[in-house]
T-cell receptor, first 112, second 113 residues
Framework: GENVEQHPSTLSVQEGDSAVIKCTYSDSASNYFPWYKQELGKGPQLIID?????GEKKDQRIAVTLNKTAKHFSLHITETQPEDSAVYFCAAKGAAGNKLTFGGGTRVLVKP | DAMVIQNPRYQVTQFGKPVTLSCSQT?????MYWYQQKSSQAPKLLFH???????NEADTPDNFQSRRPNTSFCFLDIRSPGLGDAAMYLCATSRAGTGETQYFGPGTRLLVL
């Protein structure tokens, strides 16, 4: 089955700096890659996603890149703010079925 | 606003006492999921419904059951909660066929005494 690895597990950045989280996946047939942000005591919230026919997608300060050949995708957050502090999960969905496979999560701390 | 709603947000039960968690959605999505999440870990899929078809994960204990009486509602039943079942339980929905995005509810935190 699909396996998703996420790095780093924790990330501390200074406010205004950029944050990058990387994920690799094992199933070359995976075709959908969402990123979720989870604040303490809340459910995961989708912040951006990318499909396998696209190499990059951007939404304001957040961008995701996908390298299908290398089977990895990354989340980039620019101009970080204290409210970006949360746990971020990447995920991958195979070509068949509805299930997502999640990475282990990255705890991001933005220091003011 | 269309959304995924979970009740209650916090649930306390006693060891071995059956408990039911509920999820409702106004998105009219045909797929509903139940996840278990323990602190600092990724959500772990327990099972999901594709319309009325129930799909159990191979490693989901028999202690966990689910019901989906209609499109909007889905329930998670824990027949005999153990201390190890204390966790956040997340419900999610998606629309199969037109997109894979899963939308999560706020979760129910279960405490087992």
């Amino acid at each position: 089955g699909e396996n998703v690895e996420q790095h780093p597990s924790t990330l501390s950045v200074q406010e205004g700096d950029s944050a990058v989280i990387k994920c690799t996946y094992s199933d070359s047939a995976s075709n959908y890659f969402p990123w979720y942000k989870q604040e303490l005591g809340k459910g995961p919230q989708l912040i951006i996603d990318i499909r396998s026919n696209v190499g990059e997608k951007k939404d304001q300060r957040i961008a995701v890149t996908l390298n299908k050949t290398a089977k990895h995708f990354s989340l980039h957050i620019t101009e970080t703010q204290p409210e970006d502090s949360a746990v971020y999960f990447c995920a991958a969905k195979g070509a068949a079925g509805n299930k997502l496979t999640f990475g282990g999560g990255t705890r991001v701390l933005v220091k003011p | 606003d269309a959304m995924v709603i979970q009740n209650p947000r916090y649930q306390v039960t006693q060891f071995g006492k059956p408990v039911t968690l509920s999820c409702s959605q106004t998105l009219n999505h045909n797929v509903m999921y139940w996840y278990q999440q323990k602190s600092s870990q990724a959500p772990k899929l327990l099972f999901h419904y594709y319309d009325k078809d129930f799909n159990n994960e191979a490693d989901t204990p028999d202690n966990f059951q689910s019901r989906r009486p209609n499109t909007s509602f889905c329930f998670l039943d824990i027949r005999s909660p153990g201390l190890g079942d204390a966790a956040m339980y997340l419900c999610a929905t998606s629309r199969a066929g037109t997109g894979e995005t899963q939308y999560f509810g706020p979760g129910t935190r279960l405490l087992v005494l």
